[in-house]
């Protein structure tokens, strides 16, 4: 792997295409199992920081916009 399993990228597009770049190997199926799930390992943390950066940015637009959670999941706004 290019980077050690414990460092956190700093921006997302960094953490994506690393993750990217991680599925793309698992893809070419010449990795051993160990490595493999090292690389599956890696991809579930550089996931979840992305998910992170992702509602923290969802959030931020509900509040800029002033729409409530529940408009913003697709609800119809009660009668």
Avoid: W
Wanted: proline share 5%; net charge negative; glycine share 6%.
């Amino acid at each position: 792997m290019t980077r050690e399993a414990d460092t956190q990228p700093e921006r997302f597009e960094d953490a994506l295409t690393e993750l990217e770049s991680l599925v793309n190997t698992l893809e070419q199926g010449e990795l051993t199992l160990e490595q493999s799930l090292a690389y599956f390992e890696r991809g579930i943390k550089l996931t979840d920081i992305c998910r992170e950066v992702l509602d923290a940015a969802e959030q931020k637009v509900r509040i800029l916009t002033g729409e409530s959670p529940r408009r913003a999941a697709g609800a119809r706004p009660d009668p």
